[in-house]
């Protein structure tokens, strides 16, 4: 697996946690492939920021409104910078 910047990892983190119900600490863990320990870091981050919120009686966890934002930012940030990557490598490519 490649090495993942923080954003990255944020941004599998508040997807996961976006469904209707909300979803478990540990289908968390295993849609974002992190450990216990990370998750628990990431999670705590994301409750400080107001980015993800915690129901108490069903144990689960929901992007905030503030989360999805985020998230669309992240999107269409990665959307961009794709199409330029794809741009450069048409550029760069030779044809026979």
Request: aromatic letters at 6%; a positive charge; glycine letters at 2%.
């Amino acid at each position: 697996m490649k090495y993942r910047d923080r954003t990255e990892i944020i941004t599998l983190i508040l997807a996961s946690a976006s469904r209707m119900n909300g979803v478990l600490k540990t289908r968390i863990m295993y849609e974002a492939f992190l450990s216990f320990s990370q998750v628990e870091e990431y999670i705590a981050l994301l409750l400080r920021n107001s980015l993800l919120e915690h129901d108490d009686l069903k144990k689960t966890y929901k992007t905030t409104e503030k989360g999805l934002r985020l998230l669309e930012l992240c999107n269409s940030i990665n959307e961009i910078v794709d199409t330029k990557k794809a741009k450069k490598d048409e550029k760069n490519s030779v044809t026979v």
